[in-house]
């Protein structure tokens, strides 16, 4: 078992920077894929970012790509979504997920595939 926690969400204005981290604890990170979700008012949970478990390679939604950023430090047991240059449509509560898997190699965008989930925070921000 891995219990995540999300934190650093909040009410910017459109343009703003807001760094996510998500927390791990009960197992070491290091065994899992790790990535970023969202969901909006309405709308279906999307995939936003995704890393491997040495975080060496990384994936992200289109909508995303060029303004946010993944990364994780497995000895701290965390994750973090750096997010730059934020738009009303990135409001949603972001979540972070964890997949475990012995494999190095292994990146996951679709939700169906995480075993782990946080119970997220929200971003909300204003034009």
């Known amino acids: 078992q891995v219990q995540l926690a999300e934190s650093g969400g909040g009410l910017v204005q459109a343009g703003a920077s807001l760094r996510l981290s998500c927390a791990a604890s009960?197992?070491?990170?290091?065994?899992?894929?790790m990535g970023w979700f969202r969901q909006a008012p309405g709308k279906e949970r999307d995939f936003v970012a995704a890393?491997?478990?040495?975080?060496?390679?990384?994936s992200y939604a289109d909508s995303v790509q060029g303004r946010f950023f993944i990364s994780r430090d497995n000895a701290k047991n965390m994750m973090y979504l750096q997010m730059n240059s934020l738009k009303p449509e990135d409001t949603a509560v972001y979540y972070c997920?964890?997949?475990?898997?012995?494999?190095?190699?292994?990146?996951?965008?679709?939700?169906?595939?995480?075993?782990?989930w946080g119970q997220g925070t929200q971003v909300t921000v204003s034009s």
């Open positions: 997920a964890a997949y475990l898997t012995p494999s190095p190699l292994v990146i996951r965008t679709d939700s169906n595939d995480y075993d782990y």
């Open positions: 009960g197992r070491t990170l290091s065994n899992f894929a």
């Open positions: 890393l491997t478990r040495s975080g060496t390679t990384t």
